[in-house]
């Protein structure tokens, strides 16, 4: 079974400053992998996604996020953080076989806060 | 592109009645989704259907839990009878092949109070 973990629930930075949010994976199979937000009172969005070809992906609003198989790990960054950056934020992974082609598994999520 | 519709947007009910929430998916997409978000957690899949047919519904608790979608395009997610547990926002969201696996387009949630 693939699983996620989100390591901190709560992540608070300055504006300005970098923005490092962690994901860690667990999946039998060559994963896709991806960091969706969800804005208050918004459904969630697509962020960026990784589907076995670079190993850094980059999405929208200057954020990035790199696959490494050896650490298991999908990590999510932002050079310089601003305020319209504050929301939630979930790192999933994805089946790509069988009757459940798809279905995403999400992590906990992430609370990130950015102060002025 | 119109996005994925959701209505009640907020519901609030009593434990043991029941509730409904409704979804319509962007237009063409043949996979629907239904989540439970409870406060703190991930979303997590009820049911996933392909068109009018059940792919997946194997974390829908089928004893209080029904869905729907009867012509391949709106969906229905019904508690009947709700308890004090099912208090959480119930996502919609949709997919096409073209997409590829994972991405999804969601809507806004229905946040559901059970009191």
């Known amino acids: 079974a693939q699983s996620v973990t989100q390591l901190g629930s709560h992540v608070s930075v300055s504006e300005g400053a970098l923005v490092l949010l962690r994901c860690n994976y667990s999946s039998s199979v060559p994963p896709y992998l991806f960091w969706y937000v969800q804005y208050p009172n918004q459904g969630l969005q697509l962020l960026l996604k990784y589907t076995s070809a670079a190993t850094l992906v980059k999405g929208i609003n200057g954020f990035e996020a790199e696959f490494k198989k050896s650490e298991t790990s999908f990590h999510l960054t932002k050079p310089s953080a601003h305020m319209s950056d504050a929301a939630e934020y979930f790192c999933?992974?994805?089946?790509?076989?069988?009757?459940?082609?798809?279905?995403?598994?999400f992590g906990q999520g992430t609370i990130l806060t950015v102060h002025p | 592109e119109a996005g994925v519709a959701q209505s009640p947007r907020y519901k609030i009910i009593e434990k043991r009645q029941s509730v409904a929430f409704w979804c319509n998916p962007i237009s063409g997409h043949a996979t629907l989704y239904w989540y439970q978000q409870i406060l703190g957690q991930g979303p997590k899949l009820l049911i996933q259907f392909q068109n009018n047919g059940v792919v997946d519904d194997s974390q829908l608790p089928k004893d209080r839990f029904s869905a729907e979608r009867l012509k391949g395009v709106d969906s229905t997610l019904k508690i009947q009878p709700a308890k004090l547990e099912d208090s959480a926002v119930y996502l919609c969201?949709?997919?096409?092949?073209?997409?590829?696996?994972?991405?999804?387009?969601f809507g806004p949630g229905t946040r559901l109070t059970v009191t």
């Open positions: 969201a949709s997919s096409s092949p073209g997409l590829g696996p994972g991405e999804q387009y």
């Open positions: 999933a992974v994805s089946d790509i076989g069988g009757t459940s082609y798809g279905k995403l598994t």
